[in-house]
């Protein structure tokens, strides 16, 4: 049974897996280390695909002995099918391999049209990007259409759940970095919790803040009694000493309340 997706895997091996010269004196000597040209290739890979080639031997007959067995002839509209045989009438012919390339014989290790077995430079049959040689028509063959759309649903297929894997993962390691942000952040919360504000809640920048301008009150408090005590001492003939003493005691007791230690001021 004829098969378009043989075809494709035939010209993918015979132009890329193994060693296959061009040559048009040689050209139905097709095995590995051999040679053969651009119609006696694709020729021999359509047998080898179940199809009925009949007298097809050149690109001068190929068109007409297909398309009387099956194949449509089609305007080369730059869009062809996984399958699709490339065709110049007077010089060439080629495979649609499909996703953009094509299977070949092009030319001898030396630029002509003869060469010695097997491919001496590694581009006498090649897979290559499409192009447009020009091509004088697309023969597709119509009892397979099927086998197109098989084709393409299938690399469609694997190529979406290559995508969808690639998509899980990248989304779990995107919740592992989330996660992992978001623990940290948490921490880093914590900590500034903790930093932040004492056991019983109160905010600890405010507590020094105020701290700090008690102690400013105090100072001036302090400077401004310790001139007083003196004038009243002068007044009263009173001992300056005795006087400060009882106000230093009443500055400790406020300090105290603060639960701030200072040194013994000295009158």
Not at 12 to 41: E, K, T
Not at 95 to 103: E, I, K, S
Not at 119 to 134: F, M, R
Request: net charge negative.
């Amino acid at each position: 049974m004829c098969d378009i997706n043989q075809l494709i895997d035939r010209m993918r091996y015979w132009c890329g897996s193994v060693s296959l010269g061009y040559s048009q004196a040689d050209r139905w000597n097709i095995r590995p280390g051999g040679n053969c040209d651009c119609s006696s290739l694709v020729v021999h890979c359509l047998q080898e695909a179940g199809f009925d080639t009949g007298k097809a031997t050149t690109t001068m007959n190929l068109s007409s002995e297909l398309t009387a067995r099956g194949w449509l002839r089609l305007r080369p509209d730059g869009n062809p099918k996984p399958g699709d045989l490339l065709l110049n009438d007077k010089q060439h012919v080629a495979v649609y391999l499909g996703h953009g390339l094509l299977a070949q014989a092009s030319i001898s290790e030396n630029g002509g049209i003869n060469g010695l077995p097997g491919d001496q430079t590694g581009g006498e049959t090649n897979v290559a990007p499409y192009y447009n040689y020009p091509w004088n028509a697309y023969l597709r063959y119509g009892g397979e259409t099927m086998k197109y759309d098989t084709f393409d649903s299938n690399w469609t297929r694997d190529r979406a759940q290559e995508g969808a894997e690639k998509a899980i993962d990248k989304k779990m390691t995107d919740e592992w970095h989330t996660n992992w942000l978001r623990d940290r952040v948490q921490e880093g919360a914590q900590k500034a919790l903790i930093l932040q504000t004492g056991l019983d809640g109160r905010n600890v920048l405010d507590g020094v803040i105020q701290a700090r301008n008690e102690l400013a009150e105090l100072k001036t408090l302090i400077t401004a009694q310790g001139a007083t005590i003196d004038t009243l001492a002068r007044a009263v003939g009173a001992n300056p000493a005795d006087i400060a003493a009882t106000v230093q005691q009443a500055v400790k007791n406020k300090l105290d309340q603060l639960h701030i230690t200072v040194d013994e001021v000295k009158p």
